[in-house]
Nanobody, 124 residues
Framework: QVQLVESGGGLVQAGGSLRLSCAAS????????MGWFRQAPGKEREFVAG????????YYIDSVKSRFTISRDNAKNTVFLQMNSLKPEDTAVYYC?????????????????WGQGTQVTVSS
């Protein structure tokens, strides 16, 4: 059974940091792009960051550039999202997902495996 399991979420004050992890099992995702998405209450799920299979290409939405860093360890089948200088507007459930392609995209329909999500809450 293929699974993506996120961890590392929690409650943090504005300006703080969290590191999310996404551990994959059941198959290797070393040839898949990976992405992080988030969904805040009452809002649609949005793409946050993505990384290509070979780790060379990364992409971020403007609101998290210079604050978030996506990385991956293909040997451990794990993807990370380092989040610094967190803001209350970053509060959401964060999901990792595996792309159908070797690259990541901003479109959720390009991803065919999803984790269950981890809650990130940033207090002001």
């Amino acid at each position: 059974q293929v699974q993506l399991v996120e961890s590392g979420g929690g409650l943090v004050q504005a300006g703080g940091s969290l590191r999310l992890s996404c551990a994959a099992s059941g198959r290797s995702f070393s040839t898949n792009g990976m992405g992080w998405f988030r969904q805040a209450p009452g809002k649609e799920r949005e793409f946050v960051a993505g990384i290509s299979a070979n780790t060379i290409s990364t992409y971020y939405i403007d609101s998290v550039k210079s604050r978030f860093t996506i990385s991956r360890d293909n040997a451990k089948n794990t993807v990370f999202l380092q989040m610094n200088s967190l803001k209350p507007e970053d509060t959401a459930v964060y999901y990792c997902a595996a792309s159908k392609y070797i690259y990541s995209t901003i479109k959720s329909y390009d991803y065919n495996y999803w984790g269950q999500g981890t809650q990130v809450t940033v207090s002001s």
